[in-house]
């Protein structure tokens, strides 16, 4: 199925006045005229592109799931309840510390821990909560910071754009970065940014 070009105003018409913006970031992270500001995506100047980046990374614009499919597993969607998968795992920490503050097994921080110790990444961008329970993104360069944002966080925080910014500005660009966000962070990762 053929796309038709869209941007910012496509974006805003569709996603962001219809209430639908999950808040993820990919627009601000992708375009220099949109930004979060106090919850919400705010458009700091017209943008008069007819192909904007912020439309094709929002997770909730069309995504062909076929031609997705097909790029990854190398055949069309299924119709399965849970898509194409090569594997189904279970998994939970045996590390009793963790396991003590995670959610849901603690698997995330554990990976996040042993990818830092044995020199896979440098860094990862995570989400906390804070004790009001609002959450913000968090540049962790130690198993300590790790273990600081164990749990899961529903709440929204821009970490894309967040992760672009401090690797851009803080860091060499050959650090290599962990990125855990939202399901909604999925479509729009790439490069070094693992998810």
Not at 83 to 107: F, S
Not at 119 to 135: E, F, H, M, Q, R
Request: aromatic share 8%.
């Amino acid at each position: 199925m053929a796309v038709e070009d869209k941007g910012c105003k496509e974006l805003f018409n569709e996603v962001i006045e219809a209430g639908l913006c999950t808040l993820c970031g990919a627009c601000t992270g992708n375009c220099p005229y949109l930004v979060y500001y106090k919850g919400r995506i705010a458009l700091l100047d017209n943008c008069t592109l007819s192909d904007g980046q912020c439309y094709k990374y929002c997770p909730r614009t069309y995504t062909d799931m076929d031609a997705t499919s097909q790029q990854v597993f190398g055949m069309p969607y299924s119709e399965e309840e849970i898509g194409t998968t090569k594997e189904v795992l279970i998994a939970r920490t045996t590390d009793t510390r963790i396991r003590e503050e995670a959610q849901y097994g603690g698997v995330v921080t554990t990976l996040l821990s042993l990818a830092l110790a044995e020199g896979l990444i440098d860094n990862a961008v995570l989400t906390k909560t804070s004790n009001d329970k609002t959450a913000s993104p968090v540049l962790a360069q130690s198993e300590k910071e790790i273990f600081q944002c164990a749990g899961s966080n529903g709440t929204v925080a821009e970490v894309l754009p967040w992760h672009e910014r401090s690797k851009n500005a803080i860091h060499d660009t050959d650090d290599f970065f962990s990125c855990i966000g939202r399901h909604a962070s999925d479509k729009n990762s790439a490069g070094n940014l693992l998810t």
